[in-house]
Each structure stands twice: as C-alpha cells, then as structure tokens.
C-alpha cells in the first residue's frame, strides 16, 4: 500500500529530515572526495567481510586497527555494493571534519531505513506524530532506537535477506563512553528474534574502552600494517599512482614517457609506506603536487633513511620542514584543527585577515595534507595528522598546544569584531545566530580556551573599550545569544566582568 502524506505527516516527515546529520550518511556530498578501495585491492578482506554479510543470522562485525590502514575506505566501498544490492540499512560515518552531535544518531539511521525500506515510513512518521519530544536532544536513545527503528523494523521480520548497519570510526565518537554506549544499544536492540537478519559493522582503532562494550560473539577482523595482503595493496596502489603521475606530465617524462622511478626509488618508498594506505596517498599528493618536478619530490621524500616502514611522523615532518616558514605555518595548521567546526576558505581568509598571506603559503606547502578545493570547508587530509599535531613526543619542535591555537584564534576573532564600523555591526546584529560570522559566534569559546597572551590582552582592552559597550549599549531583540556569549566570557576574564559591572549589564 502507497503511504498517503497528510499534511501532519508531511510536519513530521520535515521534522526528522531537519534533525539528520547528513555528513553521517556514507556516501553523502558533505563527505567529499569519498574514501573508496581502488579496483583490485582489499579483495580478500572485502570477501571476507561479504560472507559474514551474506549469512542469515545477526553476526556482527567489528574491523580495527590502526589510523591510516583503510579502514574508512574498505567499509565505504562495502557500503557501494550492499546499497546495490539493496541491502544496506543505514550508515553513521562519524568524523571530527563535521560538527555532530550525539542527538541526531538514532533519527539518521531512522531516515535512511525509511528511504531504504517505504513500507517502515509511515511508522516512524506516526511515532514522531505520537511524541513530539522523540527527536529533541534531550530524549534517551534507548526511546528513539525502541520508536523510530526496532519496532518500525518488525514490519520486515519475515524478510529472507540479511542487511548491514555500519558505523564507521567509533573513535572519533563523542567520548569513550557515548561510543560503548552506541555499541551496546545497537547490538543488543538489533538481536531481536521479532526483526529481520540485521548485520551491525562497526569500525575504529582498537582501543580500550571500545574493546570492553564489543560483546562476545562479535566477528573480529584486525587490519595490521604488517599483513602481506595490504602490503601487497599499497604497492599496487603506488604503482598505479607513480605510473598515473608518469603518463600525466610529459612535459616532465615526454612522449611516450620514460620509465620511472627506478625499481631501488620504488622499493624504498614501499617500504617507507609499509602496509599504511593514508601514508601511502600523502606521499603521493606530495609527490605529484602541481608545480613541483615529481623526481625532486621523491628524492626529497627518500632522502632520510627509515629504519621502520609506515613511519607517518617522519611523513608529516618532512612535509612541514619543505614550507618556507615551518614554525608559523605549524601554528596556522594547529589553529585550523582547533576550529570549532570547519570554515571554508572564504571565511578563512576573512578570520586570518591578518595572516592572509602566512594562510595562502601555508595551503599551499601543506596541501599533500590538506583538502582545499576553494569552495568547501578547508579540512585536514586524516585524523592522524590531528594526533601528529597534538602531540609533543611526535610533532617535537613544529608541536603547537591548544592553548596557543586558541590564543590566536581569539586574537583573530577580536581583531575581526572591532575591525567592524558602526554600520558593519548593525548589519551583524540584526542576523540570526546561526547567520553570524564565525568570530561572533565562537570568540567566548577560543576565549575560555585561550592562553593569556600580551597580544590577546591588548585586543581585548580594545574589545571591551568599544565593541562590547556598543553591543551592551545598543539592545537589539535577538541580542540574546550576543549576550549570552559575554556572560559566558566574562567567567574567565576579570576585565570584562568590570566593563559590565560599570555598565550595569
């Protein structure tokens, strides 16, 4: 039976694509450029996998290991061909690049299984109708789960083919405990003898807190950099690449091009790559970088010896050290990672106003770990250059603490504001929040998180002189969140809690 819209249903059907974090959904435009296997590797573990997938029980998965050894790109690919074979449930691809939230996990997987499965939508629509609050951020997953998925999913029980759920880098989950939590509430609601053969696949690095809420009965499969298979896969793939970067540039290799590198160059790099897939592919964007000779670039990531393979940090630092100023572009690299959420390079240039120049070169040396198309949000290539830069043992002299990335990024947030004439802040002011420029929306958080820097003293004595009295001194109706974000700031600043004190706010 064809499901008749009323206009209430049209409401809640609204309501719940209002609340779905697109950038969760596999193969989602947020998402891009989509992490796939290149034809002809992984083919052994992907049958694998397909095995445990084609079996009519509730065997789960779970696939681990380390960052950068392709797990992202193995389950996407297995998300392409079970959404062929209209066999995919849902996916949730967790990822630091997007600002999601806890809340809106359940009503994701919700909306996929209703555009996966019509017969389910007119249920999980008539539960939204019968309990207003099932998509508010402060309902229990446990009710959301029971209500938009479980007992929609009992329509489909009689149903003879197995599906996949999968959720891809637990790690990058919210906390530790909100990823147990997940685990636990999807494997125990999904084994259900009143729901169709529902396959749960999760992903992550093998850590522990993930380990203990994986149930026993879990199939396991542990990606290792030192498996023949995978590296027999990067050293396709670099084979591949090299010989795409060859055939491309004759103006390099000429016509027909030359044979290159030679066979020592590129087992040295295959070696240096180990069996780790995201090492494999910056080197390559290193390698093959536009206006740079591709020989010079190997030779430059050959030249240090290595005494173990898929040593990224030596990958990541010798791609630094080739900028022409390491130091501050370190410090524009470590501000980018600690963005709220992630700007698109418009905005950038306009936060950075200052630094435009230190941004444009620093985008360009970093791009083999950067994604900048010109249009998107700049984001960095992989989670791991996010641990590379966190950490002192690894970064060493390029490290940069978040304490300082916030102290400039509250320097640039100011500097922005108070670089707004009188008109400019009208114009601001009479925006809705979520319309408000980055610095206005999330200078109080950098503020909080900021290192007490000279600098930062100083923009803020000018700060409260005139842009803070004009903001308290001329009230607007949606002046709220404004408000609210001082209020906020002034827990940590003595200066600002005086200016209010004397402006009775």
């Known amino acids: 039976m064809d499901f008749v819209h009323s206009s209430s249903s049209n409401g809640s059907w609204k309501?719940?694509?209002?609340?779905?974090?697109?950038?969760g959904i596999f193969d989602s435009e947020f998402r891009q450029p989509h992490a796939r296997c290149m034809e002809n590797t992984r083919v052994a573990l992907r049958k694998s996998i397909t095995q445990v997938l084609d079996q009519r029980d509730r065997t789960n998965i779970w696939l681990n290991g380390l960052a950068g050894?392709?797990?992202?790109?193995?389950?996407?690919?297995?998300?392409?061909?079970?959404?062929?074979?209209?066999?995919?449930?849902?996916?949730?691809?967790?990822?630091h690049k997007h600002s999601q939230k806890a809340a809106v996990i359940i009503p994701t997987i919700a909306y996929q299984l209703a555009l996966a499965f019509p017969r389910i939508r007119e249920d999980i629509v008539k539960a939204i109708e019968n309990d207003d609050s099932l998509l508010s951020p402060g309902k229990s997953h446990a009710d959301q789960m029971r209500e938009l998925v479980i007992k929609p999913?009992?329509?489909?029980?009689?149903?003879?083919?197995?599906?996949?759920?999968?959720?891809?880098?637990?790690?990058?989950?919210?906390?530790?405990?909100?990823?147990?939590?997940?685990?636990?509430?999807?494997?125990?609601?999904?084994a259900g003898p009143a729901l169709p053969f529902i396959h749960v696949i999760f992903t992550s690095r093998p850590e522990a807190h993930i380990r203990a809420a994986i149930p026993s009965g879990v199939h396991e499969i542990l990606l290792t950099t030192r498996d023949k298979d995978t590296i027999?896969?990067?050293?396709?793939?670099?084979?591949?690449?090299?010989?795409?970067?060859?055939?491309?540039?004759?103006?390099?290799?000429?016509?027909?091009?030359?044979?290159?590198?030679s066979k020592d160059e590129f087992e040295t790099l295959v070696f240096?790559?180990?069996?780790?897939?995201?090492y494999a592919a910056m080197a390559m964007n290193f390698i093959s970088a536009t206006g740079h000779h591709p020989q010079e670039r190997l030779e430059l990531l050959l030249r240090k010896n290595s005494i173990v393979g898929a040593d990224i940090d030596q990958l990541y630092r010798q791609i630094i050290a080739t900028s022409e100023d390491p130091l501050a572009h370190c410090r524009m690299l470590a501000s980018i990672i600690h963005?709220?959420?992630p700007l698109p390079l418009a905005e950038l240039q306009e936060l950075f106003y200052t630094d435009r120049r230190s941004l444009a070169m620093m985008l360009e040396a970093f791009s083999p770990v950067i994604l900048n198309d010109g249009v998107g949000n700049v984001e960095v290539y992989h989670a791991s250059l996010r641990d590379f830069m966190g950490s002192?043992?690894?970064?060493?002299?390029?490290?940069?603490?978040a304490a300082h990335a916030h102290d400039h990024l509250a320097c640039c947030c100011l500097n922005f504001i108070t670089r707004q004439d009188s008109i400019q802040t009208r114009a601001i002011l009479a925006l809705l929040p979520p319309s408000y420029p980055y610095p206005y929306e999330m200078w109080h958080v950098h503020l909080y998180l900021a290192y007490p820097s000279s600098k930062l003293r100083n923009l803020l004595a000018l700060f409260t002189d005139t842009t803070l009295r004009y903001w308290v001194q001329t009230p607007h109706p949606r002046n709220y969140f404004l408000a609210r974000t001082v209020l906020i700031a002034s827990r940590t600043c003595l200066s600002l809690v005086i200016v209010l004190s004397t402006l009775n706010y």
């Open 69 to 95: 050894v392709g797990k992202t790109s193995i389950v996407f690919t297995i998300a392409e061909e079970m959404k062929a074979a209209k066999r995919l449930a849902a996916t949730f691809f967790f990822s």
């Open 339 to 341: 963005l709220v959420r």
């Open 272 to 278: 240096k790559a180990g069996g780790l897939f995201v």
């Open 232 to 261: 027999q896969d990067v050293r396709f793939f670099l084979r591949a690449s090299l010989d795409k970067t060859r055939t491309s540039r004759p103006a390099v290799f000429g016509q027909p091009p030359i044979p290159w590198p």
């Open 392 to 401: 002192p043992r690894r970064s060493k002299q390029y490290h940069v603490d």
């Open 153 to 190: 999913l009992e329509i489909l029980r009689f149903r003879e083919e197995p599906y996949a759920i999968i959720i891809d880098a637990l790690d990058e989950c919210f906390s530790s405990e909100e990823a147990a939590r997940l685990v636990t509430l999807l494997t125990d609601t999904l």
């Open 15 to 23: 309501s719940l694509c209002n609340v779905v974090e697109y950038s």
